[in-house]
T-cell receptor, first 114, second 109 residues
Framework: DSGVTQTPKHLITATGQRVTLRCSPR?????VYWYQQSLDQGLQFLIQ???????AKGNILERFSAQQFPDLHSELNLSSLELGDSALYFC?????????????FGPGTRLTVL | GIQVEQSPPDLILQEGANSTLRCNFS?????LQWFHQNPWGQLINLFY???GTKQNGRLSATTVATERYSLLYISSSQTTDSGVYFC???????????FGRGTSLIVHP
């Protein structure tokens, strides 16, 4: 158990719908990262938040958005869902250190869009 | 951005065998991690190893940063070692890792 929690574990929804994925980082970690893992694209970085502020952006679609709350949990919002959005979505957290950035991953949310 | 290549892409072993997985990267790195993704999809941290050598039980890893590669050694493999092994690296001023495509390992009893 990495200490990072994600809910829900599974989500099945229809095209055009909107869903929210939730992540709680490890105690003491200030950074939260979101990743998408699909069969054809592999593991892709979406976005990073650090202590409530957006820090880095990757291959995140405009239909997707995220935020980190004062208690440091984060939510990833996916809207106008398409079949191609079906994937495993991971959240990771890392400690506030200058020397590196070891990331710890949550169990993931498996999203199926029908 | 940095390029990450893992080899071999697929590996099939008999229980008890040893193996070496390789990760080549195209630039100097400030961050390198090895992960195991089990058949249930969970990503498990194996090593945080931007340089040097580490060991944890039957697993060990070595990163030669000057030559831009890292190796993961699995000894006396077990069926529970099956899954996909990922190398993830970050370089320059960014600590956002780029993942390789992984090595898919199947260990037969």
């Amino acid at each position: 158990d990495s200490g990072v929690t994600q809910t829900p574990k599974h989500l099945i929804t229809a095209t055009g719908q909107r869903v929210t994925l939730r992540c709680s980082p490890r105690s003491g970690d200030l950074s939260v990262y979101w990743y998408q893992q699909s069969l054809d694209q592999g593991l892709q970085f979406l976005i990073q938040y650090y202590n409530g502020e957006e820090r880095a952006k990757g291959n995140i679609l405009e239909r997707f958005s995220a935020q980190q709350f004062p208690d440091l949990h984060s939510e990833l919002n996916l809207s106008s869902l398409e079949l191609g959005d079906s994937a495993l979505y991971f959240c990771a957290s890392s400690p506030p250190t200058r020397r590196g950035n070891e990331q710890f991953f949550g169990p993931g949310t498996r999203l199926t869009v029908l | 951005g940095i390029q990450v290549e893992q080899s071999p892409p697929d590996l099939i072993l008999q229980e008890g065998a040893n193996s070496t997985l390789r990760c080549n990267f195209s630039d100097s790195v400030n961050n390198l991690q090895w992960f195991h993704q089990n058949p249930w999809g969970q990503l498990i941290n194996l090593f945080y190893i931007p340089s040097g050598t580490k060991q944890n039980g039957r697993l060990s890893a070595t990163t030669v940063a000057t030559e831009r590669y890292s190796l993961l050694y699995i000894s006396s493999s077990q069926t529970t070692d099956s899954g996909v092994y990922f190398c993830a690296v970050a370089s320059g001023g960014s600590y956002i890792p780029t993942f390789g495509r992984g090595t898919s390992l199947i260990v037969h009893p």
